[in-house]
Each structure stands twice: as structure tokens, then as C-alpha cells.
């Protein structure tokens, strides 16, 4: 790229822009280029340097999962650039995603003139909407629609300090496409960026931590469930130290990725999408329950206690009743607590650690190798012990895992052992947020290899994010579990036409991928990956795992497509088909 820019003084709208977001210490502005946003783009190209650094994306909802993924990992908020309306639509469902996950993320869109008459013809006028922000904003924190330069330099530092303070989430900020063109007059006042940012989280009430320590002090059977908690190492040490000081036993979900060992002795049950039975039985029997940000905590308890009768004390630490909003349900169902905490979960716990004079927490590594699988017909189960034999070693952080897999199938003992799921079930979003937080594993000089193991089904319906992480040498390491089928409606068709005593053979009408098969790994090659077509057995597999670490050390990005059996476990399979 050539720098053809000698001034350093803004001269049009969107130099201020572009100026701000680089005072805003954005490292990247993920995009796929639309003219409402041309004269943003000139300004990172030709004003600003590339700095933020251009994600040059093939679709809009992989660039916003491009920043999603990157959020799960540095708990910043990248920016994303949509054009237009058509362009935010094409986003939207990434956004929901990232709301329903409470990751920050700054998406800035355009739309059109809004003055009438500097409208070129047509196409400025299909792509102007009034109240753009309110195609998204029952599932955002915050939206602006600025009405002048100012205010949109104001607008973007406001947002992203809104994105940052929790509970986070994505905002949107809607920038006048003639505001952007507008020569600059006076220059706009030095702003002071460090001043604006966002809050530090506080520490609870220490009347409540008194209760709290009284409550827990005097229990004999507690269980905690450990929901959306911090990446943080010191954080993740003082779970463990508080539950062992307790003598809790201590509940996981594999949604929400790595919070507490999976070998510890506190664990009970399997981390997976729906509490499994013994987990539920240690709720059950509990006297005293600890939610720590638990997804939909409430209808946990309503699986367990049917008769809506809970007769354990509750203690609830959590921020997310913030987050709640009259469109979306997201929030869960409504739970009683006895003692409620209105702060992050870990500055509980920390709140906790010191009034109770925590010893040094026991951290027990990864369990042992399972016996390794044989034969060429390979579950879920057996890809997972095939990819442990090979990549324990690595130290893997499984950015996303398989509807199809538990917290037995991929146990951790780190927080960056795995990040959970998308948070609004977005199917698609998989490639994309791979991207992104491999992105931000490699910025952040992690030891941790980047790898995602996806379902067919996802890895199909946005493919195309992986172009933006080849582009930019991002080490990937990518497994495609392929079944030829969107299974979990298998399931779900099988459960419905044997309760209507209808022919449950014909679950797959309608949701298998076959005649004629899909080439997947020819897709993967497409957009510049390694990868050497359908592997079949556990023998091909292991020998292609070795090459495509290769390509991933050297700094490339390689998928694996695995002939899948097809199946879930016990848990997810007995959720899909309750209500029937």
C-alpha cells in the first residue's frame, strides 16, 4: 500500500472517524466494502494508514463473527463496518449472536444522505432507511445515528465504552454517508481518550459478602454453577481455591467454554449444552446453590424442581438483568435468590476468597489418554480421543466444539482450554469466529494452538470467513465433523413423528446433505486452505492430523473433513426431545 497522505490534519468527515477509532486503540475494522461507507474506507486507507488494520471480509455476518471470536478472547470490542441497510441485515443474526454471548463489539454502519437532495439516483435510495439502528436495536446495548462530525467522534467514544462495561454487548453507531463526504471547517477539540473509556467493574456490598460467607459457612451440601465467568488465569485459581475451602461440588457448561478443571474432584456431571443427570441430582440435593452467571439459571431449576418448589437457599452473582429486554428471551426464565449480587461473578468470588482466607488452589492437569479408537466408522466420541492423542500436547484452545460432544469428550484445565459456544445458536457463525479468535491468540503471543471443530452443517453456511484469516496468515486448525446431515433436527423430527405415531424413518427428509455429496474440503482449498479431502478411519486421521500441524506451525490454516457417524449424548439428546 502506498502512503499518499502528507497531511495529518483531517480534512474530511471521515478522517475524524478514522482518527477516532485509532485513538480508540481498535487493532482491527472488519468489513466487506459498501459505498455508504466509501469515504470511511478512503480515510483507513489514506488518512489513517490501515490503522485499525482492514479484516477484508467475503460476507457481513463473518465479519461480525470475526469480531465476536476476537472479543471471547481479549474481552475488547473490534469494530465492524456494514453497509447500509442491506449490509446490517446481512449482519444481524452475527450481532444477535453476540449479544446473547455479552461480548462488546463497536459496529459502525451508513446509510444515506439523509438530506433528499444530495441522493444519487436509485441506488442511494434503496439503501436509506429511517431509524437504520432499529433493525437491530431490540438486540444491541446502545445505537447512535450522529448528526455531525462532532457527534460522531462523540458517538464512537460513548459506544465503545457502552460496549466494554458490563454486561458487554455490540452497539451501533449509524453514520450519514454526506456527514462522512463533509469537508472539515474548524478543527474539532483535542479529546483526552484515556478519560473515556469504560468503568471499572465494582466489588459487591460487603453487607452481602457478610451474608454470603454466613450462608455458605453454615451449608452442608453446596453446589455451584459456573456460568459466564472471566479468560482470567488468577480468577480461574480462585474458583478452584473457594470451592475446595467449601467443599462445594461445582457444576460446568460447555456453552460457555472453560471455568473450572474438569478432573477436580469438586466436578460433578459432564459440561455440555443441558445439565446431564448427575448433575441435576447434586442440585437437588443441595441446601444452598451459587449461581455465577449461569445461562438461563432459572429454567435449570425448573428441570430439576417440576414442581417450581425450590427448597435450597439461592445466591445469585450475576449482571445479566441489565441485559434484559422486551423482544428477546434471552435471559432465561425467572429464579428466586435469598442473597443477589449485582456484580461480575469473579469479583464475587474474589470478595469471597478474602473474607474466607483461601489456601492455595489444587490444579490438577488433563485426565489420561482414552484408549484410542480403531476401524473406519468414527463418532464424535472417537475424533475427540483421536484428536486428544495428537494434540494434548499442543495445548489446544478449542475456540468452538460440536453440538455433538460434552465437557468427558474435551476436558480442560486451563480457561483458554475452551470458549464455549455462539451464544444465540446462530448456525454459520463457527468459520468466522474461529478466525477471529485465533486472530487474537496469535496478536496476543499465545501458546495456545487455535482450533475449531465444527459441524458440516455450520462450516457450509459461512465457509467463506476462512479467505479473511488465510489473507492474513492466520494459524487455524480446523476439523469439520461431516455427517451429510443438519442432525439436530433429525432428532427433533424423529421425537415428533414418533409421538404423532407417524414414520420415524423419514427424519432426514428434508435434512440430509447428499445426491450429490458436498465436497467440503474442495471448499476449504477454494478459499486457500490445506486440506486433503475426506478422511475416513482412525489410521487416515492420525497421519492427517501430523501434516496439517505442519501447515498450522508455518502459520497457514488447514481443515480436516471427517467422515462422521452421526449421534449426541445422552444430555443434549434427552433436552431435544423433552416436551413431546
Request: proline share 6%; charged share 20%; glycine share 10%.
Amino acid at each position: 500500500m502506498q502512503d499518499k497522505t502528507q497531511n495529518q490534519t483531517p480534512e474530511w468527515g471521515s478522517d475524524v472517524i478514522a482518527e477516532t477509532l485509532r485513538a480508540l486503540d481498535m487493532r482491527y475494522i472488519a468489513l466487506n466494502p459498501g459505498a455508504s461507507y466509501r469515504g470511511i474506507h478512503d480515510s483507513l486507507v489514506n488518512f489513517t494508514s490501515d490503522d485499525p488494520e482492514i479484516l477484508l471480509c467475503i460476507h457481513e455476518e463473518a465479519a461480525v463473527a470475526i469480531a465476536h471470536g476476537w472479543a471471547k478472547i481479549t474481552g475488547r470490542a473490534m469494530a465492524v463496518a456494514l453497509h447500509s441497510n442491506v449490509g446490517l441485515m446481512h449482519g444481524s443474526m452475527g450481532i444477535f449472536n453476540a449479544f446473547c454471548d455479552r461480548v462488546p463489539m463497536m459496529v459502525i454502519g451508513a446509510t444515506g444522505p439523509l438530506d433528499a437532495a444530495k441522493r444519487r439516483p436509485w441506488i442511494e435510495w434503496i439503501h436509506t432507511a429511517q431509524d437504520q439502528g432499529a433493525l437491530v436495536r431490540d438486540f444491541i446495548k446502545w445505537d447512535d445515528q450522529p448528526g455531525s462530525v462532532a457527534a460522531a467522534r462523540e458517538a464512537l467514544l460513548q459506544g465503545t465504552a457502552i460496549a466494554e462495561t458490563a454486561p458487554r454487548g455490540p452497539v451501533y453507531v449509524n453514520i450519514d454517508a454526506a456527514l462522512q463526504e463533509e469537508k472539515v471547517g474548524t478543527a474539532l477539540a483535542p479529546i483526552d481518550v484515556r478519560r473515556r473509556g469504560a468503568p471499572v467493574s465494582t466489588d459487591p456490598a460487603a453487607e452481602l459478602v457478610a451474608s454470603a460467607t454466613a450462608m455458605l459457612g453454615d451449608a452442608k451440601s453446596i453446589v455451584m454453577l459456573m456460568g459466564r465467568m472471566s479468560r482470567d488465569l488468577d480468577d480461574w485459581n480462585r474458583r478452584v481455591a473457594l470451592a475446595e475451602h467449601l467443599g462445594a461440588r461445582v457444576i460446568t457448561d460447555f456453552k460457555t467454554g472453560s471455568t473450572f478443571p474438569t478432573t477436580h474432584a469438586a466436578t460433578i456431571g459432564k459440561a455440555g449444552y443441558f445439565p446431564d443427570a448427575d448433575a441435576k441430582a447434586a442440585i437437588a440435593a443441595a441446601d444452598v446453590i451459587v449461581n455465577f452467571d449461569w445461562l438461563d439459571f432459572g429454567g435449570t431449576l425448573r428441570s430439576v424442581f417440576t414442581d417450581g418448589v425450590v427448597p435450597a437457599k439461592i445466591i445469585s452473582a450475576s449482571l445479566d438483568s441489565y441485559a434484559h429486554r422486551g423482544w428477546s428471551k434471552d435471559g432465561g426464565a425467572p429464579f428466586p435468590a435469598d442473597i443477589a449480587f449485582m456484580n461480575e461473578p469473579d469479583r464475587v468470588i474474589a470478595a469471597l476468597a478474602a473474607a474466607l482466607g483461601l489456601a492455595k488452589a489444587t490444579l490438577p492437569g488433563l485426565p489420561s489418554q482414552p484408549e484410542l479408537p480403531t476401524g473406519d466408522i468414527l463418532t464424535p466420541q472417537d475424533i475427540a480421543a483421536l484428536l486428544r492423542s495428537k494434540l494434548d500436547a499442543h495445548k489446544p484452545c478449542l475456540i468452538r466444539g460440536p453440538l455433538s460432544w460434552t465437557g468427558a469428550d474435551w476436558p480442560v484445565d486451563h480457561p483458554l482450554g475452551a470458549l464455549g459456544y455462539d451464544g444465540g445458536g446462530g448456525i454459520g457463525s463457527g468459520c468466522g469466529m474461529a478466525v477471529g479468535a485465533a486472530l487474537a491468540l496469535r496478536d496476543t503471543e499465545s501458546d495456545r494452538l487455535p482450533l475449531a471443530v465444527l459441524g458440516d452443517g455450520d462450516f457450509l453456511m459461512n465457509a467463506s470467513a476462512l479467505w479473511t484469516g488465510i489473507n492474513k496468515k492466520v494459524p487455524l486448525l480446523v476439523i469439520v465433523l461431516n455427517n451429510r446431515s443438519f442432525y439436530n433436527d433429525e432428532v427433533h423430527q424423529e421425537t415428533v413423528a414418533k409421538h404423532r405415531r407417524r414414520p420415524p424413518e423419514n427424519k432426514h427428509v428434508g435434512i440430509v446433505m447428499n445426491d450429490p455429496d458436498i465436497d467440503i474440503s474442495a471448499i476449504a482449498r477454494g478459499f486457500g486452505a490445506f486440506s486433503p479431502g475426506l478422511v475416513r478411519g482412525a489410521d487416515a486421521l492420525l497421519q492427517t492430523i501430523d501434516g496439517a500441524l505442519a501447515v498450522v506451525a508455518d502459520g497457514g490454516t488447514a481443515v480436516i473433513e471427517i467422515d462422521t457417524a452421526k449421534g449426541y449424548a445422552p444430555s443434549m439428546v434427552g433436552a431435544l426431545r423433552s416436551g413431546s
